[in-house]
């Protein structure tokens, strides 16, 4: 059994940055894919961004696409997501996954974090 806990999130203005993580235990990190999903109330979990084993590969939404970027350190078994120029329409529960092959859809990863709460204010 994986465990993932994200931290990080919070309260930025228009224009802003974060940066969350999201730290695993309880398997073997390196061997997972690991991704960023969002979800805004009343809306569907929306994928944000996937990054491979070793980090070579990512492959990011649209939506984020010059302003959002992941990393991983896998000595540390903790996944990143660098939020920079952070929009309204960015308010949403951040949610770490890992899974076994690059996906944007939720239903193709393994373990999930409990989230972590973004707002951002104009």
């Known amino acids: 059994q994986v465990q993932l806990v994200e931290s990080g999130g919070g309260l930025v203005l228009a224009g802003g940055s974060l940066r969350l993580s999201c730290v695993a235990s309880?398997?073997?990190?390196?061997?997972?894919?690991m991704g960023w999903f969002r979800q805004a109330p009343g809306k569907e979990r929306e994928f944000v961004v996937v990054?491979?084993?070793?980090?070579?590969?990512?492959y990011s939404a649209d939506s984020v696409k010059g302003r959002f970027t992941i990393s991983r350190d896998n000595a540390k078994s903790t996944v990143f997501l660098q939020m920079n120029s952070l929009k309204v329409e960015d308010t949403a529960v951040y949610y770490c996954?890992?899974?076994?092959?690059?996906?944007?859809?939720?239903?193709?990863?393994?373990?999930w974090g409990q989230g972590t709460q973004v707002t951002v204010s104009s």
């Open positions: 996954a890992a899974g076994r092959s690059m996906a944007v859809i939720g239903e193709l990863y393994n373990y």
């Open positions: 309880g398997g073997t990190f390196s061997t997972y894919v």
């Open positions: 990054i491979s084993r070793s980090g070579a590969s990512i």
